[in-house]
């Protein structure tokens, strides 16, 4: 089977790739999270799995789905025409049950997830977002589509936090990022360089690349690169020391985008959006 539930180490769903043996873990009901992704044989995503297991701790690892915001909004607060609504940091789909299920050619697994009461109280429109993960050959692919199934246009904002492992956050070079960037931790503009002298002390900054980006491990000689399409082609960089990984975040749009209108996205009546990237080994 290309698909099986495991218990050990945390309840989890198995996807081993039938011909290159890679394998993902995946944990619908938190979040829709993959946890694991094992490449020739290397597990390249970091999880405290002391912390998974604490659900009412936020997650720090695999791959968070941020939807329909990136990053927060001042006062939690989404101001609308029809309302104002409370909407927490990255939104909810990352605290949401995801539904599950293996691609008819076995070549991955598609996560689903769709408009509840809950979310509706947030974010006051009807959407199904579909995510196809395949872990081809030295690459995982990510394609995204979100419907808009309301009878208004919807705003939104998408991303992904995946947390890359790295052996040794004082030996890591990114490859691809602009000069410049924008400094969450102060909110102001900023010199990437600078920002990457900080990886070990913790930093959280966008850019805007033109091109692909690359992290790479020095100490293992290990690299991998985010290719990331338009319009989900920011790149925010972000570390948590001690914790040896580095998140590089493929975002649509930067923080209060739905505010500020800077990069926001807008889906028309019965009309989709469709979103990619991939993280390849290079």
Known sequence: MSLSQQKSPYVHWEYVHPESGDRLRIVPERG??????????????????????????????????????????????LPLPCGEFTLKQHGFARDMPWELQLLEDHSGVKLSLSDTDATRAAYPFEFLIEMLVRPIRNALEIDTTVHNLSQTAMPFSFGLHPYLNVTDLSQVRLEGLPHSC???LQMAEAETAIQLAHLTEGVDFLTRPAGPVSLVDEASGRCLKLQHDKPMDLTVVWSDPPRQMVCLEPWTSPRQALITGDRKLEIEVGSQQKLRCSLANC
Request: aromatic fraction near 10%; charged fraction near 20%.
């Open 182 to 184: 924008f400094n969450h």
């Open 32 to 77: 829709g999270l993959v946890t694991a992704w094992c490449s020739n044989g290397r597990e390249l995503l970091y999880l405290d799995q002391e912390r998974f297991a604490d659900p009412g701790k936020s997650i720090r690892g695999g791959i968070p789905v941020l939807f329909p915001i990136c990053g927060n909004l001042p006062g939690d607060l």
